[in-house]
């Protein structure tokens, strides 16, 4: 039977070297949305991306991801991974670099010119990869997952070091690709990016603090906007009991 939720994390608890980085966290990601992973440098969400994507060592605990545990070679082509370190080949050209992902992942030859228009690389199709900026090297890496038919992306930052420009464009495809039924798993550290997902999960020091939509949370904390909701709940936390 299929799921209505896309990943589906039971007591997830992750070390990396002596720390526990993530403590026993439990949480699922709603099919066909845009689920934010909110929370400040550190405090562990590329462990919690690793996990889902099948490329993190657990310690106890289970992530389901599309009905299957997480890596199982099933989903490899299911899934869209874009890192904050993107493993492109330096001295390929921006074109050349996703036809050779495109023929790996078995996707269609034309995916290569709409994953690029997607993320408005067009202008740099032909430059090499090494000479790309910041931001052209992450959006390269996404047009990566956007290759194929994913029904999962996990994007880890996206829009670091973009334009407002640029990442009002990205943030309309990411709902884009949602209303047509992938599912995302977007981080970030802005605050201001956190109003234009369906759902939010606020992390801080490898644990959930909220897990709601955007307006639940300003509801529930009766904060104006999402930083002074994050702010609050974690005051919160740290008033005793
Ligand atoms: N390879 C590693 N070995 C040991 N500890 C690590 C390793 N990578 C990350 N950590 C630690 O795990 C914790 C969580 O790191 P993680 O990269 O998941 O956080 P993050 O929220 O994604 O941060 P950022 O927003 O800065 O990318 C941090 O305390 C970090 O120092």
Known sequence: MTNSSAVVVENLRVRRGA??????????V??????????????????????????????????????????????????GYATQSPSVYADLTVNEALR?????????????????????????ADDVVGQLSGGQLSRTSLAVALLGKPELLVLDEPTVGLDPVLREDLWALFNRLADRG????????????????????????????????????????????????FLSLVRGQETPA
């Open 30 to 79: 709603p099919r066909g949305s845009v689920t934010g992973l909110l929370g400040p440098s550190g405090c562990g969400k590329t462990t919690l991306m690793r996990s889902v994507v099948g490329v993190q060592t657990v310690e106890s605990g289970t992530v389901t991801v599309l009905d299957h545990p997480a890596g199982s070679p099933q989903l490899r082509d299911k899934i």
């Open 182 to 229: 992938v599912t995302l798993l977007v981080s970030s550290h802005v605050m201001d990016e956190a109003a234009r997902c369906q759902r939010l999960l606020l992390m801080r020091e490898g644990r959930i603090l909220a897990d709601d939509t955007p307006a639940a949370l300003r509801t529930s904390t009766g904060a104006e906007d999402l930083e002074q909701a």
């Open 100 to 124: 050779y992902f495109a023929s790996i992942l078995r996707a269609p030859a034309n995916d290569v010119a709409r994953v690029i228009d997607e993320v408005g690389l067009g202008t740099h």
């Open 19 to 28: 720390r526990t980085v993530l403590h026993d966290l439990s949480f699922d």
